[in-house]
């Protein structure tokens, strides 16, 4: 299709040619009897007549590639052709989707994070550290639909980098009391987990509590899961309740070494649920206090199967200028033939205050995993130790972050270790 700004040129070549024929195809005879003024006048009316002609021209043009304006409310509502890259195209091109009425636009946020690590245990060297390259992904597709999604790229010990899917969900949100989400999500056992994803710069430390981490760097819960996530508020007055469901497909122990996301085939046809009570009291503004419980059922290779119990208790209070965070996780496995039954004891506390731009910080956490435990094995031990630091935000998008680290294992060795952290958004 032609567009406005070739109509335009293709007017004003058509006015002249015009002119040109009408010159050079005057009889002689014409020329002499006819004034040099009347020419000229008739020239200009038959020229000034076919320039309105053309205008009329461009105008439809531009009505057809913009939409008519009596149109305009209708178009709105309409569907848009919408590329898979993302931006609009043609509609000739066989790769198009059709975007439904009332498409948002996809938001995109960065976050990233670069670390230097001073000291460490052991004979490894002081080094720099890429943090991981987190993509967070929204888009509004209509009144109560949504999606949430989370790209990450991160770095492993081997310097290479991957990329993960942490989070994609669709939800659907009709009313405070209910909201559902189907996809990839960060569990609700416990506080952290469902409070702060793949974003270091929200954070008040540099790292996740031990209890917490995720599965790729040594975590022992599972963080993620595949399923369905349902939460909203419960009708209750001043005490603010709120209840939390999940079913997922739980984690995977069938192989040493295999992904235990299950994101696409479930080792087993049993479900993992996971349940949660809030309370969030509105005469204690900042102030939440929960409970959870996971039920899943393991089943690793060449031995019973694992009943699976995690239970999370946390009291936090959160405001722009105090932070108390309090957790304790237990997680009982017990084989079917009831042998080695063994509960893991996890708990952190971590607390900040906000001076200006600074918050210095202090946390205290606890680990201990049994020797005999069918699912974690004898690697990790005890671990406890004090973690203390300050965030300093040097910039609405930027902060900066000192830490020192004495942790002391069973299974790991003493650990005294000196990080600094630039953490930002874009």
Request: neutral net charge; hydrophobic residues 40%; proline residues 5%.
């Amino acid at each position: 299709m032609m567009t406005i700004k070739q109509s335009r040129r293709f007017s004003y070549a058509v006015a002249c040619s015009i002119a040109l024929v009408m010159l050079a195809g005057q009889p002689t005879s014409a020329q002499q009897t006819r004034t040099p003024a009347a020419d000229d006048r008739a020239l200009v009316e038959q020229l000034l007549k076919r320039v309105e002609e053309l205008e009329q021209q461009v105008k439809a043009l531009q009505q057809s590639e913009r939409g008519a304006p009596a149109d305009a409310s209708r178009s709105a509502e309409s569907a848009t052709t919408v590329g898979l890259s993302g931006s609009t195209q043609g509609s000739g091109d066989m790769r198009d989707v059709i975007a439904p009425a009332g498409l948002g636009a996809l938001q995109i946020r960065g976050f990233s994070d670069l670390d230097f690590h001073a000291a460490q245990a052991g004979d490894q060297p002081n080094t720099f550290s890429l943090g991981q390259l987190d993509l967070f992904l929204s888009s509004r597709l209509g009144t109560d639909f949504s999606t949430v999604g989370e790209v990450v790229f991160e770095a492993g010990e081997n310097n290479a980098i991957g990329i993960d899917v942490e989070r994609i969900l669709l939800q659907y949100s009709p009313s405070d009391m209910f909201n559902v989400a189907a996809g990839r999500y960060h569990t609700g056992i416990g506080y952290y987990n469902a409070a702060y994803h793949h974003g270091n710069w929200f954070q008040t430390a540099i790292g996740r509590p031990f209890i917490f981490r995720f599965e790729d760097d040594g975590g022992i819960l599972p963080v993620h899961g595949v399923g369905l996530t349902a939460q909203g508020r419960i009708p209750s007055g001043g005490a603010g309740l709120r209840y939390l469901a999940e079913i997922s497909n739980g984690r995977g122990t069938r192989l040493p070494g295999d992904e235990p996301v299950q994101n696409v085939v479930d080792e087993n046809g049993g479900k993992a649920v996971n349940l949660a009570l809030l309370a969030r009291p509105a005469s204690l503004p900042g102030l939440q206090a929960g409970f959870s419980v996971y039920r899943d059922r393991l089943r690793p290779a060449q031995a019973p199967s694992i009943a699976e119990t995690i239970m999370a208790a946390h009291v936090v209070y959160q405001s722009p200028v105090f932070e108390q965070l309090n957790e304790a996780i237990f997680i009982r496995h017990a084989p079917a033939d009831a042998s080695r039954v063994t509960t893991t004891t996890s708990a952190y506390s971590q607390i900040s205050r906000q001076f200006g731009r600074y918050r210095p910080y202090f946390r205290y956490e606890y680990l201990d995993v049994p020797a005999m435990d069918g699912v974690f094995g004898d690697d990790i031990g005890r671990l406890y130790g004090p973690s203390v630091g300050v965030k300093y935000d040097a910039a609405a998008p930027v902060a900066l972050k000192l830490q020192y680290d004495r942790l002391t294992g069973r299974a790991r060795s003493r650990t005294n270790g000196l990080t600094a952290q630039l953490a930002f958004t874009f």
